[in-house]
């Protein structure tokens, strides 16, 4: 009996040297029990792990390892209770927090080795440390829930689709885009959408499926802002999009079809509302540049005959004509004179855009000089005077400044109070804060500004008439007071428009008003081009 229990002992010895071999070199933390669940060996992997040694390991309960740290309720019902019955168990896993060396998650692999003869009980545990690949899971899965969030919110459409034609995915967004009630109608092949969807270019060509956007980018193309009617074929709705796409490698490795999906119906209704009303001003310009043709033409001569004759009228028979006879030839006069002034205003203020210069460094103060000398006679008969204070050099259509300030110097003289000589004062502000910044009518940002202001201490006006003053024919006082067609101040405000700027007045009845020019220095290049 004594010799057999020490062969025995000798087999279970040598059993759990060649186990401890093993265990030895393996690279993952791995265990040996005995019947008893104490350990019998560990390896390297399984000290370093878990910050424990060797001394303190074997031969105690593995619940006493390491301040108790593997006394774990899970692992006492697998290894006394489920491995008993089973012999074995696979991918068991624990999240447990180590004293020693924090919260960690844990794949648990048991298996009872029973040695020859049934002799000999042992307990191979395998334990494969998974926290950082549940890290990594975790973080894959909040950026999926991020980007899913994303996607969903997106205002822009997002279709997904893969090489087959079968779309997984269509973000809300594109969903509402196209009249889908839920996620389901969404969700079909591409050959499915052809039955009730037809697609053609902006000039209405109907496209076949294979060249749909999806069914293009499957093929292989990147789409770039290619832009597609869309109509429903059982309903009236219809729109049109612009899509973006290309194949993306899913984090898997599957290739995918992703295509964007803007929504430009409303876009494209602008920019055909936009292309009438710019055919519809190119026509109004012709008829414009018609009527100057005409009013300088064809309405002048019958005027320049009425005049004419009239002159031999008066010389002739003007002695023998009575008072009443000469005050309606002197009427005859005075109307075609206002008339052929109303024609010259009227064929001005046609030719500001089409007939203007290219802009050109000008010098405001030299031109007013000019101005006031050409006014030098009405200047003299109102015994009125004219100050030029300093003015600035700009990018401009010379011609147009010249007639900008003559017709503000010139209303400055003309509506003066009655025995009160007329002053005018033209100054200039050079505006450098970045508030005064703008954007021209043609989208482009403007520089530096100058103020050019007129002021005089004339007759005045309300400002409530303020936004009259500019319109065409728009007059404040009888016709009979003041000389004049209403169409001066329209002509400044249209030359004042091409030069990217703005023109505004202050005044009061009786006190005078100031004309404010606001003016960039530099043009913006496309202004320029007229």
């Not at 919260?103 to 545990?125: C, D, G, H, P, W």
């Not at 009239?310 to 028979?317: N, S, T, V």
Request: proline share 3%; charged share 25%.
């Amino acid at each position: 009996m004594i010799a057999e229990k020490s062969k025995q002992e000798s087999r279970h010895d040598r059993a759990l040297d060649y186990f401890q071999n093993i265990v030895e070199t393996v690279r993952e933390p791995l265990v040996i029990l005995d019947s008893d669940l104490r350990v019998t060996g560990a390896s390297r992997s399984f000290y370093n792990t878990f910050s424990v040694t060797k001394e303190e390991t074997e031969g105690r309960l593995i619940y006493e390892l390491g301040d108790r740290q593997w006394d774990i309720p899970a692992l006492r019902t697998l290894l006394e209770e489920i491995l008993p019955e089973h012999t074995e168990f696979n991918g068991f896993e624990v999240d447990h927090l180590f004293p020693r060396v924090g919260r960690r998650v844990i794949l648990l692999n048991a298996r009872q080795i029973v040695t020859e003869k049934r002799s000999a009980t042992m307990i191979l545990l395998a334990i494969e440390d998974i926290t950082d690949r549940k890290r990594q899971e975790q973080f894959l899965r909040e950026s999926e829930e991020r980007l899913q969030t994303i996607i969903e919110n997106l205002h822009e459409g997002l279709v997904i689709s893969d090489l087959h034609g079968q779309v997984p995915h269509f973000n809300h967004a594109g969903l509402a885009m196209h009249g889908f009630s839920s996620k389901e109608e969404g969700l079909l092949k591409i050959s499915q959408f052809h039955e009730f969807l037809e697609l053609s270019t902006l000039d209405g060509s109907v496209l076949a499926v294979e060249a749909w956007p999806l069914a293009r980018v499957i093929a292989g193309e990147v789409l770039t802002d290619y832009e597609v009617c869309l109509r429903r074929i059982d309903t009236d709705w219809q729109a049109t999009f612009r899509y973006n796409g290309a194949i993306v490698k899913a984090p898997n490795g599957q290739p995918l079809a992703f295509l964007t999906i803007t929504d430009i119906t409303k876009r494209k209704r602008i920019e055909a509302k936009l292309k009438s009303y710019s055919a519809k001003l190119e026509r109004s310009n012709s008829e414009l540049q018609d009527f100057a043709q005409i009013a300088s033409h064809d309405l002048q001569e019958p005027l320049r005959k009425i005049l004419a004759f009239g002159e031999r009228l008066k010389a002739k028979a003007g002695e023998a004509l009575d008072a009443e006879c000469q005050d309606y030839l002197q009427r005859m006069f005075n109307a075609a004179g206002r008339m052929q002034t109303l024609i010259n205003d009227l064929l001005t203020f046609s030719q500001v855009e089409t007939q203007a210069q290219v802009f050109d460094a000008v010098n405001l103060g030299v031109i007013a000089r000019e101005v006031s000398n050409d006014l030098e006679a009405l200047i003299e008969q109102s015994g009125g005077r004219v100050e030029i204070g300093e003015l600035p050099t700009l990018a401009a259509d010379p011609v147009q400044m010249r007639q900008l300030l003559q017709n503000l110097i010139g209303n400055a003289l003309k509506y003066c109070r009655a025995g009160v000589p007329p002053e005018v004062r033209i100054s200039s502000e050079e505006l450098t804060e970045p508030r005064h910044a703008s954007i021209n009518n043609n989208g482009a940002l403007v520089g530096k500004l100058i103020q050019v202001s007129v002021a005089d201490n004339g007759i005045g006006f309300d400002e409530k008439y303020l936004d009259r003053i500019f319109n065409m024919f728009q007059r404040l006082h009888k016709k009979g007071e003041y000389e004049g067609t209403g169409v001066g101040l329209a002509i400044c405000r249209k030359i004042v428009d091409r030069h990217s700027g703005t023109i505004t007045a202050r005044s009061s009845p009786g006190q005078g008003t100031t004309f404010v020019v606001t003016m960039p220095v530099t043009q913006p290049k496309e202004v320029e081009l007229v």
